[in-house]
């Protein structure tokens, strides 16, 4: 039964990413007065780029076409071992802790920046030195808010510590989760690349993530926005599940209706997350590329601040 549990889990998240992304971009049209697009319109750009033909630049290698297919992979495979729609560890979850499948989005990133640069674009290589740049700032912040967690649980497994802030009101309430949840949550516009550190244009001063794709066409460029999808999603997923509302995610003993029910409450909560970033997106102006920095700065010191609430606490 588990291991049906794993491709329930991996459906779900190739079927309802899109659908996130969609209501995103849906809620921040209306927000701003608009009819816009329908919440199912990543889907039918996705079909769009199924139907169409790849065109490869002559001087590209075969790292340029297998980037897209390989990130889809990966983040198949996180999918499968992170707290999505259930709070035990299902067959693959033992294969990487949350140490583990940090070094799993590095690779990811990796692969997605070398594909780019394989393109030979100028574009792209903008969005790529922009993007690493970016990268060396929020990965320690990223290994610093898992550390801060694996204190508190004693491990750095994310079903444990999901386990751990669900069952210890003196942790969830406790200011080192709060300084580590606001400084994920800043990364977490990095990653997913919201305002005010990327906007969604082509124009050159705001391009980042949409300039890394920039000779991508067809189904290479449908497996390279799947990917983004996928990657928002599980990020998502891991946000509100293991730091902001680990309750009522299906315990062992929950069968299989108990997690089809939840994976529609899963939807809500990211739904009122999308609603924030949507919000935040319709609000707030596109920072200049070295005021990012600053921003990452603040998160830097959020993680450390719950570094030293801990042992102030203890």
């Known amino acids: ?31 701003e007065s608009k009819q816009g ?18 065109i490869v630049p002559r001087v590209s290698s075969p790292v340029f076409r297998l980037g897209p297919y390989i990130i889809v992979m990966f983040y198949a495979f996180l ?15 033992p294969s990487a802790d949350f140490i583990g499948g940090g070094l799993f989005f590095g690779a990811a990133a990796a692969i997605k920046k070398f594909s780019a ?19 060396v ?23 444990v510590i999901n386990n751990v802030l669900r069952s210890s009101p003196q942790w969830y309430y406790s200011l080192v989760h709060g300084f580590v949840t606001v400084a994920f949550f800043m990364v977490l516009i990095i990653e997913t690349g919201q305002l005010p550190i990327e906007s969604h244009t082509n124009g050159e001063l705001g391009m980042i993530d949409q300039a890394m794709p920039f000779e991508y066409t067809g189904t290479d460029l449908a497996m390279y926005k799947l990917a983004f999808y996928m990657k ?18 299906p315990m062992a003993n929950s069968g299989i209706m108990t997690i089809i029910i ?27 590329l070295y005021k990012n920095f ?21």
Request: no cysteine; hydrophobic share 55%.
């Open 79 to 93: 999918a499968m071992i992170l707290p999505i729609i259930t709070a035990f560890p299902l067959p693959f979850a």
């Open 37 to 54: 697009p329908s919440v199912f319109q990543p889907y039918f750009d996705l079909v769009k780029l199924f139907h169409k033909e790849s």
């Open 262 to 288: 939840y994976m529609g409450i899963h939807l809500l909560k990211l739904s009122g997350l999308i609603a924030i970033f949507a919000l935040l997106n319709t609000t707030v102006s596109k920072f200049r």
């Open 294 to 314: 600053d921003f990452l700065a603040v998160a830097f010191a959020l993680a450390f601040l719950a570094s030293l609430a801990y042992y102030i606490i203890k």
């Open 117 to 135: 640069i394989d393109s030979r674009s100028n574009y792209a290589h903008l969005g790529t030195s922009r993007s690493a740049s970016l990268a």
């Open 232 to 249: 928002t999603f599980i990020l998502l997923s891991v946000f509100l599940n293991v730091y902001v509302i680990p309750f009522g995610v």
């Open 1 to 31: 039964m588990s291991y049906l549990y794993s491709l329930v889990e991996i459906v779900y998240v190739l079927i309802a990413a899109p659908l996130i992304v969609g209501i995103q971009l849906s809620l921040e049209e209306r927000l």
């Open 137 to 159: 700032f929020t990965e320690p912040i990223i290994m610093l808010i898992f550390i801060m967690l694996g204190v508190i649980s004693n491990t750095n497994n994310p079903f």
